[in-house]
Nanobody
Framework: QVTLVESGGGLVHPGGSLRLSCAAS????????MGWFRQAPGKEREFVAA????????YYTDSVKGRFTISRDNAKNTVYLQMNSLKPEDTAVYYC????????????????????WGQGTQVTVSS
């Protein structure tokens, strides 16, 4: 069992920055890949970023490349999503997820590969 708790969301102006955190507890954190997803009102959940167990490999959806950075601190059992140059279209509930069973290999952009999900944190980008 893995429990994930996101934090760091909020209201920010376009062009601003936020840093999301996801604290994990349960299984050994360094044993599984992590991902961030988001869901905007009226839209399906979409992949944002993923990171491998050691943090060496990262992967992003095209719309956030160059603006978002995923990282992890295995000593703190935490994964982060640094979001810069935020746009109104980034507004969504952001979820972290854990691939505790390794279904996605080194990393995955598929939601079905993730076994555990956090409760989500709201990010609103508006002037």
């Amino acid at each position: 069992q893995v429990t994930l708790v996101e934090s760091g969301g909020g209201l920010v102006h376009p062009g601003g920055s936020l840093r999301l955190s996801c604290a994990a507890s349960g299984r050994t954190f360094s044993n599984y890949a992590m991902g961030w997803f988001r869901q905007a009102p009226g839209k399906e959940r979409e992949f944002v970023a993923a990171i491998s167990r050691t943090g060496i490999i990262t992967y992003y959806t095209d719309s956030v490349k160059g603006r978002f950075t995923i990282s992890r601190d295995n000593a703190k059992n935490t994964v982060y999503l640094q979001m810069n140059s935020l746009k109104p279209e980034d507004t969504a509930v952001y979820y972290c997820a854990a691939d505790a069973l390794g279904k996605g290999g080194a990393y995955s952009s598929r939601g079905r590969d993730y076994d555990y999900w956090g409760q989500g944190t709201q990010v609103t980008v508006s002037s």
